[in-house]
Structures are given as structure tokens and as C-alpha cells.
């Protein structure tokens, strides 16, 4: 027994499953309750019953403008878009239980439309506003729609984010039911020991602007495209290496970039073997 408490205090290893079995170790953002409601113009009622998820895309748009040189308050009225990818909201039951106190508000800060609507309305922004669900993908889908959008003069510049946050234990039980999540809690991408990925919570917002236009660049976007897998034998949960390929085959194309000029790739690495050996192969090829 003396054994057993020396590794658990020298090694880390964890001794019991958390809630339901579920991993005991996720990412978490500190403190999700506090929100300068005031500041956005919100309502304390409506603030109240709001998806942290919103309320932390209000805070981080505001910011992204702000590290990108502009006071938002200068782009009130302009043409810019909102493309914001989110997968689930895992707060609506929860201010949905006690059916004396629903009164529509909760509706409305937990709809994933707002996520990016309500920031288009706190900001008086009036380009192109909507949310992304492609699962996994929902973030980089939004900076799809958004290049798109800028490319065709929908909008002069876009707010592109992605967020999600742990809050029901129901739907980590899915995850984990399904085989995805790590066990030990820890996400082992590109390991034979990788038995899947780590939950965690984040939220991230970028201001995207023509080069001509921008004040401060951080990098510059120079090709987007998406596919997606179709049919697959092995079900619509399994990714296909070949979609894959042919799109970064056309990536490369489209954009006229050599693949071997390439030193960085970032890739979706799960830890799972089905997901994140699908990349590798084909970088290879």
C-alpha cells in the first residue's frame, strides 16, 4: 500500500477515475463567471444566462482589434464580418431547468448564432455574421467562410474564432463511450501509447485584414479550401486519408507552394491511431 502512495506522489500516476469514469485530468479556463457586462452594453438579466462561450467571444474580439492597432469604436458601422466556430453549447439545459424562471433570455444568450451575431451587435459591425458546426474542424471552416467572404468583397476585414468549453459531464461520457478520450489524461499525438485526447477548454478570436490594410501582422494567410470525406466503409465518425490528400494536394496547387519548402505542419493530433496516423501518411506521400 506504501508502494502505491510513492507513485502516486512521485510519478503523478492517477488512482481513480474521475466522475462516471470519465479522465480525471481536462483543460479548464479559470473562473468562466466573470464578464464586464456594463461594458458590452448586456443586460444583467440576460448577462446572467449567457453561454460563457459568448461571453468570452465579446471579450476576445474586442481584444484580437485592440493587439491588431485599431480602437474598435473607430470601425463602428463598417463592413466587417463575424465568422465564429463553435460545436456545441453546454449551458442552455443548465439555465433551462426550473421552467418558472425561463423567460426567452436564456434562448438568446445560448443560441450559437449569437456567438458571432451578438459581437456583430455589440460592435455595430454589419459584414457577413454567422457560426460554424463542422466538429473538430469549426474554427478553421469559419476562417474558410472568411477568406472567402473577403476575397469576394463581402466584407473589408473579419473577426475568426473557435471555442468550446467542458461544462456537462454528459457529454465528456460521450466522447469517452466513443473511444476518444485519453484514459491517463494525457493526449500522447504521434505516440504508440496514444489512446486518445485530453478535453479542454479554450476560446480564440484573430482579426484578419488585407495586407495593405493591416497595422500589425502576425502572419500571412496565402491559401484556403476545404472538402470533406463523403462515404467511408468504416463509418462517418473515421477520417479518410485520401480526402485528406487531395486536398492538400490542391492546397499546394492552388497556392503554388512546394510541398518540401514546408517546414512547419500542424495537424490534428488526437493521440487516437485512426486520426492522427492519417496526417503522417499523407505528409509522406
Known sequence: MLDKYVQLLFVGTPSLAGLHGLPKRSGKIQDLSRFDAQFFGVHPKQAHVMDPQLRLFLETSYEAIVDAGYDPGTLRGRRIGVFMGSSDSESFETFSVDTNKIDGCALVGCCRAMFSNHVSYSLDFSGPSFTVDSACSSAMTALNQAMLALRSGQCEAALVGGSTL????AMALNFNRLGTLSPDGK????????KGYVRSEAVGVFFV???SEARRI?????????NVDGFKVEGVTFPSGRAQEALLR???????V???SVSYLETHGTGTKVVQHGPLRVRRR
Open 258 to 260: 512546394d510541398p518540401l
Open 250 to 256: 490542391d492546397v499546394y496547387e492552388e497556392a503554388r
Open 218 to 226: 502576425y502572419a500571412k494567410l496565402v491559401h484556403v479550401k476545404a
Open 166 to 169: 467542458t461544462i456537462k459531464p
Open 209 to 211: 485584414q488585407r495586407v
Open 187 to 194: 493526449c500522447k499525438t504521434f505516440d504508440a501509447d496514444g
